[in-house]
Every structure is written in structure tokens, then in C-alpha cells.
């Protein structure tokens, strides 16, 4: 069989590049990574130099990323284990998906919207592609109220890792992005794909061009900002994905301040705010000034286990300007014009039943559901001795592991508990060392896993 | 008003190209207070104006304004307009019930899309053409597709499309930074090369007056003109494409809408695998263009000059910077393709197809000189010597009928109007007397 059906088979669902891509060298031979089977070495060559290439060269940009996206590697290194222990139970606390079904009062919305599309009177067709206006005026009103965003500030799209490519695609390649370490791999890796940074530096774990943020637990999980070289771009995730940490009032203004005096923009995360226990902020908007140096991503996946509906939004104030004045969000305006044709109008009435009372007290209570699992899991950690951090804020618990290398005890974890975390180190340098397990999952998974860490780390 | 760079500035005023923004002037235009440091996109700058379609409907508001009573019949925007059948509908609302419940509750799905829509979309629409599902990548459209293959592709290269074509290849090409200088007095893109496609080459380019580009984004059946290539000229095409080691999009949205022996995947031409990459869409195929789901065809065999994979590095934009269609309009995509939806859908094509029919015989008995309405539910009306905004306005402020000037298409648009025939029967009806009413007369 050729070589190129050894790649199909590499690339099935959930599945990418993995940490070991293979290598071509400059004739076009393909060598993967050796499957200790007996390979016919002399069919797989002469197929590989007759194989007919086009003359477009590849895109740098592409070829500077070092292994496939994380998620999908996680996904595959689960695959790879249920292959070889086809009978273990295993517990899925790696990808941060989740598992509790959305509330019936969310469901009956988009069940008569797609039943209203097969009547005249309900049909439509492309919606603005900003989103429909009472989607735009729940959002605003719903999580934006007196602080001064409006509905036209709002852009629905189909989740916030599309939103942050967007975002970049606005930006171009010329500027240069700050971003937390460790933080969700989707910043960094959107950056290298549209250019904005270098080559991959495999001493320092970095990419060269980005500046990173150290997140610890020695500095609170806040950058020290005045060690911070300036950014135009400044991505912000809060409550944080993986570390669980929410910044505070204190801290938000100054990373404000920071903003203000580079001239910097920040992209403000904010898809967890709705796990926020204390008083931390939940949105960048209620620090002053903040409209003048900052816009929002958010998403719907988490609150409302959308995660496969597809629903988001960004916020982008009218404020926020280029250095020559024009508006941010005038030309966030043309690539969601040009470059995206609208979030699914099934999900856009599932969004707006969301911010219901009823759906917005139905939100509250899976939230909830997923709260309680993260303390299960905390505690878990706690009395085996851990350092464990987040969980409070966020549906994820950043556990330390000082000394060891997050893949080893990932790898640890998954063979001995059959349950799937996620490597720190996945994030960035600043998670090696550190292994983050989401609190997504049916209540007895939650409690079965914390059985068998309990047995592993006794 | 609409200003098109396409067009020589006349009737219509540059909109979009707004006053120089900036901190230290003390107009009303422009906000007072903090400016970032952050340097506008250069690329963003490069655009001539708002994106086409919505640029129309601004259009179509204004004109509303003026004639609050007037009842507008919308030819403009391609939108579907016939609901969708019960059996695709009833499948999401299964769907989306099942998504209340545990044993029917799914989150993320594979980026690449669901496995049984992937088989389903070879099964429909790719039979005996050799394409594995592990080729098809399920999206929320071709327009989100046409960005990704842009940002996979990168800024260091150059484009072909053809001219007139559909405003979002032209588009993201400008916006990946691929396209270089706009050129006004051409009314193009110095790094673009537009191959002309008019009726007097029987709407195909002559490729021996082409320029070798890296990627060549080919519309068949073609928006907005109508024609579909025939199999002929898809054969040059790849032949060409080969030749030059490039790589051909083709955009077959408006497959479905084939009535001749005209090819309906650029797969049915030989070679092309290792050549072409395919776009397509459920929007004008299942009046999904609000429910959101499309599909890009990768084929393993179409490798960069260094021999990797294509479909390896657009899979990885799929996962980077996309999430997976949505679960419930995928759940919809694949009650289409089963019997009973593929024949829901054909009655749905042939009605519009049969609207076009009529717009067709319409504009004919005008005397005008009319194009496509056969193999796509678009109709290609030549005005020559005319302004296409010109034609669009006098259409508008006439018979309060919405079109699409052709120039928005390209230079090679100018003097054509574009008529979509989707719409209810009855508007469609009422157009088409409109029209016969109105006294075209010749341009000397």
C-alpha cells in the first residue's frame, strides 16, 4: 500500500500530526515513524519519486509548528491506549469537554427553530453575519450591562478558538503577541500560522517573537508585568485555562495600565467567567478604561455545553482604535463579512433561550454540577499531598508534579488509572511540571477517578 | 452610496473610503481619545470597499427608506428562500432532542467532521471518483472554507481567478497579503491574475494568455455568470494546472444545479487528484445558507514541491483554528443525503430552476442578450455599453427590484447585471412582469 494511505490512516477523527510529524526530505520521500512491522521497503520508494508534486511550495508558517494541535493528540494517545487495553474503563479528564446534557429549556428552543425552518413563515436564510439582533441584545445585556457595551459591539460566531484566528487574520502578520505561560495552545498557535512569529526555539520550548507571560504559583499566576517586554497584541485568558486562576480587580487594572502605556491591545478570554466563586472580575469591561485597550472572546461551549452546537461571541468596543485611529472593530466588521458567513441560526435560538431566566438558572445548575466535580477532584489532590492549584473558578484543577516531566505523568497516569489528563507542558514551558484535569464528566466517572488516583498515589 | 473600484467613480460616492481617521483631529467623524500603538493590518487597507453582498443590502435599505411602500422583490443576494423538507428538519429536531438527554448528549465532535456525513458526502456526491471520506473535511460553509484554504496557503504566493467571480476569492486573497497594489486604473490586483470569461470564449479562460500563478480558483457552475465548464475544458484546466504545478479550488456549490452532461466534481476529470482541491456548500444545494455546513476536499495525492501532504497542513487548520460544523446542522446534512432527502432537495432545485426559466424568458423577450439560467440558478443580463451600477440603479428605482451589478464581480463583470432566481414563484412572477415593462432601451 502506498505511503499516502499510511497517512490517511494517521489522520482519522480526532487525530493530527502527532509529536513525531514525519519527515520529508527534499526529494519528496516520505519516512514515517517506523511501525516495527515488516514494511516492503521496495514498494514504498519508487512510488515516493514517481509521486507527481505541484510547485507550490509549502507555507513557512505551517512548517514551523512543531507537532499537531494539543487536543488531538490527546485524543490520539487515548485511541492508542483503548487500542491496547480494549477492556479498561477509561475516564476522560484530558479535553475539556463536556458531558452533562443541555437543559430542556435550550433543546425546545432550537428544536422549533429547526422545525420552523421547514415553513414559510419560519424560514430564513443567511442571517447578518454578526449575529441576530436579540442574540447581539441578550449578550450585551446579559454580561455587559452598565458597562457600557452595546449590542452592535457584539459579534456572535461559532466559538472562540474561531473567533482568536479571526482576530489574528485582522491583525496580519507585522505585530507581535504576549501571551500567558502557559496558556490555551490556540494563541500561540494561530500566531505562528499567520506569520507573526519565528522559528521554534527547542532549548527554551518557545517560539521565537512571542513574548511569554510567566504564570506561577510564585507569582499568583500574574505575570510580572514590569518584566514584560511590549506586545501589540496582549492575549489574556480569565478565569485561566489551565492554571484555574481568575485575575483580580487589582491585577485587571493593571494589566489595563500595562496596555495603556504600550499602546497594546488585549484579548481578554473570558469563556469561564460564569465559574467565577468570589469577586473576581468577570469581564476586562469593568476596569475603567478598559474599552479604550480591549476586547473580549467568549463562548457559550462551556456555560451551556455547546461545545459541538458552536456558538460564541466577541466584544469589540467602538474605542478600541489602531494607531492611525481607525476603528478595531470596523474591520473585524469585514472579515466576519467576508471570511465567515454566520453562526448556525439553530445555535443562535439555542443562545438566546440560554439567556432566559430559566435558561440562564438552568446554566447556573450544570455550571454548578461541574463546580462540584472540580471540588471532588481538588480535594482528591489535596489529600494525596499535592500542591493543587485552580479549581475554584475554573473546571480545572492545575496540579503540581514538581521535578517530573508533565508527559511522563500524563503517560503514569493514563497506564496505571486508565485516566486521561492533560500534560502541563502542552500549554507551554511554564506548564512543564504541572498536569491540568478537567472537571467535565457524569458524576461516578468523576468520583471512579478520583478512586483510582487515590490507589495510585496512596 | 456604493462606490465599486470596479466601476469608474460616477454616479455612486466612495462610502467606505471614509476620512483618514486620527486622534489629534477635531472632526465629528472621528473619536477623540486613546489611540493603541497597534498598526492597522496593511492588508485591511488594500480593500476597496465593504464586502460586496452586504454592500447590496445596504442598497436595498436606503431604497426602502425612500419608497417605504414600494414591495422589493430581492434578486440580489443569492439567498435560498424555499423552507427546508421535513425530513431534514425533523432529523435535527431528533438530533437536538437527543442533546437533552444522556445517551444522546454530544460535545466536541471531530474537527474534520462526523464520520458518517464524511462517508455520506462520498456516497452522494463523489461515487466511483475515488474520494475517501478521510479526504472530505466538513465545515460551517464554503465562504469559512475559501479563508482557511487562504490562511493554509499563506502569503507568498499568487492567485488565479477567473473574472467575473465570486468577491471572496478576490477578498481573502487581499486580506492573506497576497494580492500586492490595487491598480484603479485596471480596477485590479497587481499580484492576481484574472482570466476573462465572457461569451465570446464561451465563458472559459484562454489559458495561453494566462500566467502561471501557485493556486487557481476555478467557480463551476459559476457565480455569477451560470455557465458550467464542460468537460472539455476542465481538461485543459487541469492539464494546464499540471503543467504549471499549480493548484486548482474549485468551487462546486452550484453542482447540483447541472442539467446538461456538464462535469459535477472536478474528480470526474483524470489527474485531477493529484491537482485540485474541491469546495462545496449545502447552502444552495439544501437551503442551508443559515443552518451553516459545507466541505472542502482534500486528496492525499496532492502534495506541496516538497512532497508533503496538503491535507496534512489543512488538517491542521481545521483543528487549530476551527472547532467542527455545527453537530445539529451535520445531523441536518446527513438526512439530506439520504433517498428520501436527495429527492426533497431535487424538488427544491427544480424550483428554482424553473423560476429561472422564467427570469430567462423575461429578459429575453426584452431583446436583451441573456446567459446562464441553466446549469445555475444565476442569470448573467449583458447591458452593453452600460454602467452595471448604472443598470442596477435604473432596475431598482423602476421595478424595485434588487440585482447585483456585475462590476462587483470583477472588471470583467462591467456591463452585466446579475439576476438570482431564488425566490417565492410569486415574486418571481411579479418580477418577471416588472421587468417586461421595463423599456430597455439600446446604449449608442
Not at chain 1, 455547546?306 to 478595531?328: C, M
Not at chain 2, 472632526?27 to 496593511?42: D, S, Y
Not at chain 2, 431598482?396 to 447585483?404: D, G
Request: proline fraction near 5%.
Amino acid at each position: 500500500m502506498s505511503i499516502t494511505h499510511n497517512l490517511a490512516t494517521s489522520l482519522s477523527s480526532s487525530s493530527s500530526a502527532f509529536l513525531a510529524p514525519p519527515s520529508f526530505n527534499s526529494r519528496g520521500h516520505v519516512s514515517l515513524p517506523v511501525k516495527s512491522v515488516g514494511i516492503c521497503k521496495c514498494v514504498a520508494a519508487p512510488e515516493a519519486e514517481t509521486a507527481y508534486k505541484t510547485r507550490v511550495i509549502r507555507n513557512p508558517n505551517m512548517g514551523k509548528l512543531q507537532a499537531g494541535y494539543l487536543f488531538p493528540e490527546i485524543a490520539r494517545r487515548r485511541s492508542a491506549h483503548l487500542l491496547k487495553y480494549p477492556d479498561a474503563k477509561v475516564i476522560s479528564l484530558g479535553i475539556g469537554d463536556t458531558t452533562e446534557p443541555i437543559p430542556e429549556v435550550i433543546t425546545d428552543a432550537m428544536s422549533k427553530r429547526s422545525h420552523a425552518l421547514s415553513t414559510f413563515e419560519g424560514y430564513s436564510g443567511y442571517g447578518a453575519e454578526q449575529g441576530e439582533k436579540p442574540l447581539r441584545s441578550a449578550i450585551a445585556s446579559t454580561f455587559y450591562s452598565d458597562l457600557g457595551i452595546e449590542e452592535d459591539d457584539i459579534f456572535v460566531s461559532d466559538g472562540a478558538k474561531c473567533d482568536i484566528s479571526r482576530l489574528q487574520i485582522v491583525f496580519g502578520s507585522n505585530v507581535k503577541m504576549a501571551v500567558q505561560d502557559p496558556s490555551y495552545p490556540a494563541y500561540v498557535d494561530s500566531s505562528v500560522i499567520m506569520g507573526q512569529t519565528g522559528l521554534y526555539q527547542k532549548d527554551v520550548q518557545k517560539f521565537a517573537n512571542i513574548e511569554y507571560m510567566r504564570c506561577s504559583p510564585e507569582n499568583g499566576f500574574f505575570p510580572d508585568l514590569s518584566s514584560i517586554s511590549r506586545a501589540d497584541i496582549i492575549f489574556f485568558c480569565s478565569p485561566n485555562n489551565p492554571t484555574g486562576a481568575a485575575a483580580t480587580r487589582e491585577q485587571l487594572t493593571q494589566l489595563v495600565k500595562f496596555a495603556k502605556d504600550n499602546g497594546s491591545i488585549v484579548i481578554h478570554d473570558s469563556a469561564y467567567a460564569m465559574y467565577i466563586s468570589g469577586d473576581s472580575p468577570r469581564s476586562i469591561f469593568e476596569i475603567p478604561g478598559a474599552k479604550e485597550v480591549a476586547m473580549e472572546t467568549s463562548s457559550f461551549s462551556k456555560y451551556a455545553g455547546f461545545t459541538g452546537v458552536r456558538l460564541g461571541w466577541t466584544v469589540i468596543p467602538k474605542q478600541l482604535l489602531f494607531s492611525d485611529g481607525f476603528p478595531v472593530a470596523r474591520d473585524f466588521n469585514r472579515i466576519v463579512c467576508t471570511c465567515f458567513n454566520g453562526a448556525s441560526n439553530i445555535s443562535q435560538a439555542g443562545g438566546l433561550a440560554c439567556l432566559s431566566p430559566e435558561g440562564l438558572k438552568a446554566m447556573r445548575d450544570v455550571i454548578g454540577f461541574y463546580k462540584e466535580n472540580t471540588n471532588i477532584i481538588v480535594e482528591t489532590f489535596d489529600s494525596l499531598g499535592f500542591k493543587v492549584y485552580g479549581g475554584k473558578d475554573a473546571p480545572y484543577v492545575w496540579v503540581h508534579f514538581p521535578g517530573r516531566s508533565s508527559w511522563d505523568v500524563f503517560a503514569e497516569i493514563l497506564e496505571k488509572t486508565h485516566v486521561v489528563t492533560t500534560p502541563g507542558s502542552g500549554f507551554g514551558p511554564g506548564g512543564e511540571g504541572f498536569v491540568r484535569v478537567s472537571a467535565f464528566g457524569h458524576r461516578e466517572n468523576i468520583l471512579e477517578a478520583c478512586r483510582r488516583f487515590k490507589q495510585l498515589y496512596k | 452610496m456604493y462606490h465599486s473600484a470596479f466601476c469608474s467613480v460616477d454616479v455612486f460616492q466612495p462610502r467606505m473610503l471614509a476620512a483618514r481617521f486620527s486622534c489629534t483631529l477635531n472632526t465629528h467623524n472621528v473619536r477623540i481619545g486613546h489611540c493603541t500603538k497597534v498598526p492597522r493590518n496593511v492588508n485591511m487597507q488594500k480593500l476597496q470597499h465593504g464586502y460586496l453582498f452586504p454592500e447590496i443590502e445596504k442598497q436595498e435599505l436606503m431604497h426602502l427608506k425612500m419608497h417605504p411602500h414600494a414591495n422589493v422583490i430581492d434578486l440580489g443576494v443569492g439567498d435560498t428562500t424555499q423552507p427546508l423538507p421535513t425530513i431534514v428538519t425533523s432529523s435535527m429536531v431528533d438530533f437536538v432532542h437527543g442533546l437533552s438527554t444522556t445517551a444522546g448528549y454530544k460535545g466536541y465532535g471531530p474537527e474534520q467532521g462526523e464520520k458518517a456525513l464524511r462517508k455520506a458526502i462520498t456516497v452522494a456526491f463523489y461515487k466511483d471518483l475515488g474520494i475517501k471520506p478521510s479526504e472530505v473535511f466538513v465545515s460551517d460553509g464554503a465562504q469559512c472554507d475559501i479563508t482557511r484554504l487562504q490562511l493554509l496557503m499563506g502569503p507568498n504566493l499568487k492567485i488565479a481567478v477567473q473574472d467575473p467571480s465570486f468577491p471572496a476569492y478576490i477578498d481573502s486573497s487581499v486580506i492573506i497579503g497576497q494580492a500586492g497594489k490595487f491598480v484603479d486604473q485596471a480596477g485590479k490586483y497587481k499580484n492576481i491574475e484574472y482570466m476573462t470569461c465572457g461569451p465570446q470564449s464561451n465563458f472559459f479562460p484562454d489559458l495561453t494568455n494566462i500566467s502561471r500563478t501557485e493556486l487557481i480558483f476555478f467557480n463551476s457552475p459559476n457565480n455569477p455568470t451560470g455557465h458550467a465548464a464542460t468537460r472539455k475544458q476542465l481538461e485543459q484546466l487541469v492539464d494546464f494546472a499540471r503543467v504549471n504545478g499549480s493548484i486548482i479550488i474549485f468551487d462546486s456549490a452550484y453542482a447540483a444545479y447541472v442539467t446538461d452532461d456538464s462535469p459535477k466534481s472536478i474528480y470526474e476529470i483524470p489527474g485531477a487528484r493529484e491537482v485540485a482541491i474541491e469546495v462545496s456548500s449545502f447552502s444552495k444545494f439544501a437551503g442551508f445558507t443559515g443552518v451553516r455546513l459545507g466541505w472542502t476536499v482534500v486528496p492525499e495525492e496532492l502534495l506541496y514541491s516538497d512532497g508533503f501532504p496538503v491535507m496534512h497542513d489543512f488538517n491542521r487548520i481545521m483543528c487549530t483554528c476551527f472547532n467542527g460544523a455545527s453537530s445539529i446542522a451535520q445531523a441536518g446534512g446527513l438526512a439530506c443525503l439520504s433517498p428520501e432527502g436527495l429527492r426533497a432537495i431535487q424538488s427544491l432545485i427544480d424550483y428554482y430552476m424553473e423560476n429561472a426559466r422564467m427570469l430567462v424568458d423575461a429578459l429575453t423577450s426584452l431583446g436583451l442578450t441573456v446567459y446562464g439560467g441553466k446549469n445555475a440558478p444565476y442569470v448573467w443580463v449583458h447591458f452593453p455599453g452600460s454602467k452595471s451600477w448604472n443598470v442596477f440603479a435604473e432596475i431598482l428605482e423602476k421595478t424595485h427590484i434588487i440585482t447585483v451589478p456585475g462590476c462587483g464581480f470583477g472588471p470583467g463583470g462591467e456591463g452585466y447585471i446579475r439576476i438570482s432566481a431564488f425566490g417565492q414563484r410569486d415574486s418571481i412572477i411579479e418580477a418577471s412582469q416588472r421587468l417586461k415593462y421595463l423599456n430597455y432601451q439600446e446604449q449608442n
